[in-house]
């Protein structure tokens, strides 16, 4: 028995369709940018279908038509309607209609303005204001439902490319330059952005979670982001800080307002994100502790020493003292 293509991947239908993942789809837009392109695409997926079929019925009749019956007069007519009038026609509305969609969103500089740089492989990111001292994380971005946001997009290492598929198009990340993007988010959510540019080894697992908030709660959730973190005093801070300081976890990354290092991710306020390793593990203390101990088992080539010498328990108080940082604790 012969079966379609189709056929024979039936039983994979479902896992395809699992893969259609409303948090990071271009066609379930949660910006306007994006929202403009998807009905550019939809327009221009109809408008191409009903021409295709067009032709075909075209095609039917022609095939069908008693010989003689096309003139060589009544032919060249077809061709100057159907081949010059009609294509210009279509491609001018068209070009008239997407004009707009291809003007970048207008800024000023009292936007928000999010600097996000590229890395092998994750994500660093500033959200600075006019005038005040800009906030740092990493691999996650939180973002403002209804206001206009600058995104400053640049790499450090290599080419990456940025890219929210439901918010915007992409952008790239070159080291040495700045591009702006500037979007704007139209409903609250959970959302996904990956780089889109291969960049090594772990490329295809450099992501990270955005975040649209209300206005309020993210004004809130910022401000309070501003207060510097204090030094901590109970006994298993203590041991998570003694270890982060004698392992030099510190000189790397900063993190709960230890003497900062700059080459990894920004640790201060790791509690409160969501994933871990730059969008692809949950955040918990035991996963937190495997990665410490063995990045390259998640991430190969990640620039983070293994530290397989440490102990479970030590890896696992490191986790604990870095997962319990983050803009509550910042707050009591
Ligand atoms: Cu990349």
């Excluded at 649209?212 to 030094?231: C, G, H, N, S, T």
């Amino acid at each position: 028995m012969r079966r379609s293509v189709a056929g024979k991947f039936l039983p994979l239908w479902p896992l395809m369709l699992a893969g259609c993942n409303r948090h990071q789809s271009a066609l379930a837009p949660f910006g306007l940018e994006a929202r403009s392109t998807l009905s550019l695409t939809v327009v221009l997926a109809a408008g191409g279908l009903v021409i295709a079929l067009g032709v075909a019925v075209i095609y039917a009749i022609a095939a069908r038509a008693p010989e003689g019956r096309l003139t060589h007069e009544r032919g060249m007519r077809l061709v100057l309607w159907l081949g010059a009038v009609f294509p210009t026609v279509v491609l001018t509305a068209l070009l008239i209609w997407s004009l707009p969609a291809m003007r970048p969103l207008p800024a000023t500089g009292q936007d928000l303005h999010i600097r996000v740089e590229g890395e092998q492989f994750w994500w660093r990111v500033a959200y600075r204001e006019a005038g005040r001292d800009p906030v740092l994380s990493a691999n996650e971005i939180r973002l403002p439902v209804g206001r206009t946001v600058v995104f400053e997009l640049t790499a450090t290492d290599v080419v990456h490319s940025f890219w929210i598929p439901g918010l915007a198009g992409k952008m790239d990340m070159i080291p040495g330059r700045t591009n702006r993007l500037v979007v704007k988010a139209e409903k609250p959510g959970r959302y996904r952005g990956v780089c889109a540019e291969f960049c090594g080894l772990s490329h295809a697992l450099m992501a990270f979670d955005v975040i649209a908030m209300e206005p309020a709660a993210f004004d809130e959730w910022l401000a309070v982001a501003r207060i510097p973190p204090r030094p901590t005093d109970s006994a298993i801070y203590h041991r998570g800080e003694m270890l982060f300081a004698r392992e030099g976890c510190g000189s790397c990354h900063a993190a709960r307002g230890t003497p900062s290092g700059e080459i990894g991710p920004d640790l201060t306020r790791y509690g409160e994100r969501l994933t871990l390793g730059a969008g692809i593990l949950a955040p918990t203390p035991g996963n937190t502790a495997a990665f410490i101990r063995d990045p390259h088992r998640f991430k190969p080539g990640a620039r983070m020493p293994a530290y397989r010498h440490l102990r479970q328990d030590e890896a696992l108080a490191l986790a604990v003292w870095l997962k319990q940082s983050g803009a509550q604790e910042a707050k009591r």
